[in-house]
Nanobody
Framework: VQLQASGGGLVQAGGSLRLSCAAS????????LAWYRQAPGNERELVAT???????YYADSAKGRFTISSDSAKNTVYLQMNSLKPEDTAVYYC?????????WGQGTLVTVSS
């Protein structure tokens, strides 16, 4: 599975961004899709995940501000990020899990200015 992430950029605190991650195969066949992020000096952390049945899970830092969704017609998973904070600044990666194997996209940089 190849993943292409996009949508990152520079935004002011309180603003919004929508990240996209396009998969090279039908996402109906993928067990789960997730967004992770890694800030400088920090470990990569889970932000949100969605299963093929549509169940979503959010890290505490994302609850109430971020929404993960998917579009099977476009084989794309999205991360809508609202009320962004400077501490959301990180490289955001999408991950697909298929048959217990993980596939990572290349990452997209989100910078939130105060």
């Amino acid at each position: 599975v190849q993943l292409q992430a996009s949508g990152g950029g520079l935004v002011q605190a309180g603003g919004s961004l929508r990240l996209s991650c396009a998969a090279s195969r039908s996402i109906r066949s993928i067990d789960s899709l997730a967004w992770y992020r890694q800030a400088p000096g920090n470990e990569r952390e889970l932000v949100a995940t969605i299963t093929t049945t549509g169940n979503a899970y959010y890290a505490d830092s994302a609850k109430g501000r971020f929404t993960i969704s998917s579009d099977s017609a476009k084989n794309t998973v999205y991360l809508q990020m609202n009320s962004l904070k400077p501490e959301d600044t990180a490289v955001y990666y999408c991950k697909a899990t298929l048959l217990f194997r993980s596939y990572w996209g290349q990452g997209t940089l989100v910078t939130v200015s105060s």
